[in-house]
Nanobody, 126 residues
Framework: EVQLVESGGGLVQPGESLRLSCEASGFSFSTYDMKWLRQAPGKAMEWVATINSGGLLRDYSASVKGRFTILQAGAIATYLQMNSLKPEDTAMYYC????????????????????WGQGTQVTVSS
């Protein structure tokens, strides 16, 4: 069975850091771009970051650029290093993979992805 499994979320104070992990089972995602998205309570899904299949090209939303780094470790894991966390970063974070290019609004729709993890909760609060 193919799965994406996120981990690493938790409760931290503003200014602290977390590293989220997304591990794949049943396939290798070295061939495809990987994305991190998030959804805060009562808000729409938001794209956070993308790393390309080669791991050399990365893109970030304006809200996290300069604070978050997306990393790839081999063919079965990707990470989201989150520094200088803010209360507005509080959300459920998901990793996702599509074997086809997706553009907004499809890129924000979990049903459009081939693989979508169960999510890991990040809460930033003092």
């Amino acid at each position: 069975e193919v799965q994406l499994v996120e981990s690493g979320g938790g409760l931290v104070q503003p200014g602290e850091s977390l590293r989220l992990s997304c591990e794949a089972s049943g396939f290798s995602f070295s061939t495809y771009d990987m994305k991190w998205l998030r959804q805060a309570p009562g808000k729409a899904m938001e794209w956070v970051a993308t790393i390309n299949s080669g791991g050399l090209l990365r893109d970030y939303s304006a809200s996290v650029k300069g604070r978050f780094t997306i990393l790839q470790a081999g063919a079965i894991a990707t990470y989201l290093q989150m520094n200088s966390l803010k209360p507005e970063d509080t959300a459920m974070y998901y990793c996702a993979l599509s074997t086809r290019p997706l553009s907004p609004p499809s890129a924000l729709n979990p049903s459009k992805y081939d693989y979508w993890g169960q999510g890991t909760q990040v809460t930033v609060s003092s």
